[in-house]
């Protein structure tokens, strides 16, 4: 068996029970269970094949060129990071108290942790402990039962905002809870740890940024700090911290749960890629749909980047690992000023070498995988992110944002969108000479990667939208499958047809808001088909792990002994 060092939390979570008038509720057990006894694997689970889905990384950089001040910092960042963690375990599950302490088996409680819970995100969060059931669309953000109707009828104030978590009064109505008062012991102290960095940085932009998202951890008010983190030009080390994505709120698509990266810039790369950025307005006005759908001007104060991450913790470390970040998500921010894109350059190498090359050589035709390449997997998944700036934030009758007309399908459809919009910006880029390399290598990549997303599940927001764009490119014959060998062969004119066919699918759906005809699209092209699923059992056959896990920290990066 390999070595699964998953970050294991070392703090207590500071709960509120019951609820009551003072709005202070935060936790309650999602798909609750008995925890008067010790629990187990359920029946026909195999814990060794479970956490054999994922490989372990040492998640390291080069920190040579740092100075020690920014050494110092790091320390203090990753124990920030570390609350965000708590956070996010009473998100997605509550109390991580009734579940850890109930495992006595050491590989189970690792499976747990890389979960966050009972659920197995990599299989369509099914239940993998004796006594639980579905995981509930509402994770640990709503009230245990409660129907979107019921949601959508209350009256309850700031419902709709991602910052609150929503409980019921004692007499049955639904409340909105800010998170900075649900969860303030957390917030109090990761704001105190970036005050403390903000002192020791030399940047004066990521002072800035660092300070101002104290502050935002304690009001709830981010949009100031995601201005600042925008402002940052010349920073070696970077955080994201806070309330982030909706993926994990399956009930409504609001809530953004908690999560946080350190980063370090790695400059070299990063300064290769700064050309792109000023091609967006450009790149949006030849997007394959109706003038109305693209109207609005992308931000032009974007920025690429590529770093090297050195610690995970909370949303972005369950399951599956993200690679590739596009922030802010907030639509006035990228609006007014575009977003900045990061690529996360050694856990994307990790992913390559480890999961996309044996994936190639199980389900790519051979003269084909001569264009699996690095370069085109960095490229593609950096214009995915690019590619959220283009399309459309706002419903074309103005009334509100693309997120709340789909709701709960916003986000797989979001995604879908930066995919297929991402392999349209890399051959408008390759036709214009901008980007080098065979146009082959970078579909066939692309190609190889829809397998290595789809194994994600239908749990995910990448996974569904995944799935949307195999079986459409499918039905296009944009591939073809070899019945001998099961083999599959991209075809690049009827690819290149279907993504631009799908692109125009995507962005009028979002334009019209339709959520009716999303879930429909989802319907009848979002699962796995019988032919597919076999194909995603040979991986499984051959131990072609799913994603990556990672053995992290200041001990990792050789930190531990660095004087504060």
Not at 10 to 39: H, L, R, V, W
Not at 412 to 419: I, Y
Not at 502 to 513: A, T, V, Y
Request: charged share 25%; proline share 3%.
């Amino acid at each position: 068996m390999k070595k699964y060092l998953p970050f294991l939390l070392t703090a207590p979570i500071a709960f509120f029970s019951g609820c009551d008038n003072s709005g202070s509720d935060s936790e309650q057990t999602a798909g609750g269970t008995d925890t008067s006894q010790y629990i187990s694997v359920a029946e026909g689970y195999d814990i060794e094949q479970l956490l054999n889905k994922y490989v372990s990384v040492e998640l390291t950089a080069d920190l040579s060129s740092l100075t020690n001040r920014q050494k110092q910092m790091i320390p203090l960042l990753i124990e920030a990071s570390q609350l965000m963690d708590e956070i996010f375990w009473t998100e997605a599950f509550g109390g991580q108290d009734t579940l850890l302490p109930r495992i006595e088996d050491e590989a189970v409680r690792k499976f747990v942790n890389i979960n966050y819970g009972p659920w197995d995100r990599l299989n369509n969060n099914e239940p993998f402990i004796q006594g639980y059931g579905a995981k509930p669309l509402t994770a640990n953000f709503y009230p245990a039962g409660l129907t979107r109707e019921e949601f959508e009828a209350s009256s309850a104030e700031n419902k709709n905002s991602q910052y609150t978590l929503i409980r019921r009064s004692e007499d049955g109505s639904l409340k909105s809870i800010w998170y900075h008062e649900a969860f303030t012991d957390q917030n109090v102290r990761a704001a105190d740890l970036l005050l403390r960095a903000a002192e020791l940085a030399e940047d004066k932009g990521l002072r800035n940024y660092l300070s101002l998202r104290a502050d935002a951890l304690l009001n709830d008010q981010y949009r100031q700090s995601d201005m600042a983190w925008l402002d940052m030009k010349d920073n070696t080390l970077d955080i994201v911290i806070g309330p982030i994505e909706n993926y994990e709120d399956k009930l409504m698509g609001l809530k953004a749960a908690h999560e946080a990266y350190v980063l370090v810039k790695d400059k070299e790369w990063s300064s290769r890629l700064s050309k792109y950025a000023a091609m967006l307005p450009s790149l949006q006005e030849g997007l394959p749909v109706a003038a109305r759908y693209k109207a609005e001007k992308p931000g032009t104060d974007s920025e690429l980047n590529a770093y090297d991450v050195i610690f995970y913790a909370g949303d972005c470390n369950a399951g599956s690992k993200t690679i590739a970040i596009n922030l802010p998500n907030d639509e006035q921010v990228q609006l007014e000023k575009g977003t900045r894109r990061l690529q996360l350059k050694n856990a994307m190498q990790a992913k390559f070498e480890k999961i996309l090359i044996p994936v190639s050589q199980e389900l790519i035709a051979e003269d084909q995988q001569q264009h699996i390449t690095f370069d085109a997997f960095f490229a593609n998944t950096m214009f995915h992110e690019v590619a959220h700036g283009l399309g459309i934030k706002n419903t074309l009758d103005g009334t509100q944002t693309v997120r709340e007309a789909l709701q709960e399908h916003a986000s797989a459809l979001e995604e879908g969108k930066a995919d297929i919009l991402g392999l349209y910006m890399v051959t408008e880029l390759h036709e214009q000479g901008e980007i080098k390399g065979a146009l082959e290598e970078y579909y066939v990549t692309f190609m190889a990667s829809i397998f290595r997303s789809v194994r994600f599940g239908a749990a995910s927001a990448h996974g569904k939208a995944n799935m949307l764009r195999f079986n459409y490119f499918r039905d296009a014959g944009a591939f073809t499958r070899d019945p001998e060998n099961g083999r599959y062969r991209v075809d690049m004119a009827k690819m290149q047809a279907a993504m631009n066919s799908l692109s125009e699918k995507i962005l009028m759906l979002q334009g019209d808001g339709d959520k009716a005809g999303t879930e429909e699209l989802m319907q009848e092209i979002g699962s796995v088909s019988p032919q597919l699923q076999e194909d995603l059992d040979r991986l499984t056959a051959r131990d072609i792990p799913v994603d990556i896990v990672f053995e992290q920290g200041v001990k990792i990066l050789g930190l531990d002994t660095i004087p504060q």
